[in-house]
């Protein structure tokens, strides 16, 4: 039943906020309007789903200034709460199945997000090269979950070298982030009111520009390696 619950919730608020996103993005042309709609979706839920959300590591963030936030990822909950906790005009990497869907696909085209076929290699990265061309007319922060879809155990898997690649060829910094708590969040029961503590933790931004194509493995690991460091079991 509560993950009906969720669902529902989900489902609706983004077509809420999405559709005014996109009505508005129409209206004036501006895809950085997505920034307010989506910190509202964020605070939204966190709301109804009684999260209690703490930030850890602003500092390590320049308020003017775009990065590549890699967290990792355990529930449905996250890119909500990370819209709040960045506070800045970010579009995600979205899996291709989304597109089917053409009022979810309208939502994230217009806001700027870019689809990914993780089953068609060429395909992904003629999409990347699209992201990347489109940042230069319009700079924007990008997050990539890094592990490709969500844990299955609450435990961090394996890293694909997506994200570190994106960075080397953007030059824009990378920023580790460790989600912690959603994970349990996503085990509660229906009838469990108690509010979830969740926190995101910021850990300074890695200058990806001093990295060569040929070291985005080892770019890799350290993002991997950071985020583990700071993730509350």
Aim: glycine share 6%; hydrophobic share 45%; charged share 20%.
């Amino acid at each position: 039943m509560r993950i009906i619950w969720i669902y529902f919730n989900l489902i609706f608020w983004t077509l809420l906020f999405g559709l005014s996103s996109l009505f508005t993005i129409l209206l004036t042309g501006k895809k950085e309007h997505f920034k307010f709609f989506g910190i509202i979706w964020g605070k939204t839920l966190s709301f109804i789903f009684n999260i209690k959300l703490i930030v850890i590591g602003k500092e390590n963030l320049l308020n003017e200034s775009n990065y590549i936030f890699v967290p990792n990822h355990a529930s449905l909950i996250d890119i909500p709460l990370l819209l709040i906790a960045v506070n800045r005009y970010t579009v995600f990497i979205a899996k291709d199945e989304l597109r089917k869907i053409p009022i979810f696909k309208s939502i994230l085209d217009k806001a700027g997000f870019i689809f990914v076929n993780r089953k068609d290699n060429e395909s992904s990265i003629n999409s990347i090269n699209n992201l990347i061309n489109d940042i230069k007319d319009l700079p924007r922060s990008v997050g990539i979950f890094a592990e490709g879809t969500r844990t299955k155990d609450g435990n961090l898997q394996m890293f694909k070298k997506g994200a570190a690649i994106f960075g080397i060829n953007t030059k824009l910094p990378i920023v580790p982030v460790a989600i912690s708590g959603t994970y349990k969040w996503s085990l509660k029961s229906l009838l469990n009111f108690k509010k979830s503590v969740i926190t995101i933790e910021f850990a300074e931004p890695i200058q990806s520009e001093n990295f060569s194509y040929n070291e985005r493995k080892k770019l890799t690991e350290n993002i991997r390696t950071t985020i583990e460091g700071m993730i509350i079991y």
